[in-house]
């Protein structure tokens, strides 16, 4: 079995930072960061930032520029470093990873992230 869980979201005034991080644990070995997700209230679930299996990243159009995916292979941590934040990121956030060339997929528990004066 493997866990992740997410942390770092919070409440932040337009134009702030947030630094979203995504543990794994468990039975870890093998195991590969997707990407980051999020869904608002009423909408469905969009990808947000994710690696591809060359081992570049991809982001939203809606995010370009202010979002960065990095991950520490020895912590097993993924991140999402969130800057010049904007009251439509709004949402809740989860983090994907998955194993056997994605015959296992693993999802965390999500982690609030609200934009708002």
């Known amino acids: 079995q493997v866990q992740l869980v997410e ?14 991080s995504c543990a794994a644990s468990g039975s870890i070995f093998g195991i590969n960061f997707v990407g980051w997700y999020r869904q608002a209230p009423g ?12 081992g570049s990243t991809n982001y939203a159009d809606s995010v370009k520029g202010r979002f960065t995916i990095s991950r520490d292979r020895a912590k097993n941590t993924m ?3 969130m800057n010049s934040l904007k009251p439509e990121d709004t949402a809740v956030y989860y983090c994907k990873a998955q194993k056997g060339g994605g ?10 992230v609200t934009v708002s004066s």
């Open 79 to 81: 991140y999402l470093q």
């Open 103 to 112: 015959y296992y997929n693993y999802w965390g528990q999500g982690t609030q």
């Open 43 to 54: 909408n469905e679930r969009e990808l947000v930032a994710a690696f591809t299996s060359s």
């Open 7 to 20: 942390s770092g979201g919070g409440l932040v005034q337009p134009g702030g930072s947030l630094r979203l």
